[in-house]
């Protein structure tokens, strides 16, 4: 369970950097000013790559506590 939880989370901080950078990119959301996608793309981006290093850190330091004990 949890190497899945540590994928699922490598996934959603993927998902998080996708979503800012289409958001900053497509013209799909024309209704929104430039500005605004921008802050939200770069909110997004910010985001996602907060939780990669997060979830990175907690990973190597569980890793090393493993190491430790055995």
Do not use: S
Request: charge should be positive.
């Amino acid at each position: 369970m949890h190497k899945f939880m540590e994928i699922f989370g490598y996934c959603m901080a993927g998902i998080y950097v996708v979503l800012g950078i289409l958001c900053m990119m497509l013209k799909n959301f024309d209704y929104w000013p430039k500005n605004i996608r921008m802050i939200f793309g770069m909110f997004f981006v910010a985001y996602g790559l907060f939780r990669f290093i997060r979830i990175y850190y907690k990973n190597k330091e569980e890793k090393r506590n493993l190491e430790e004990n055995v």
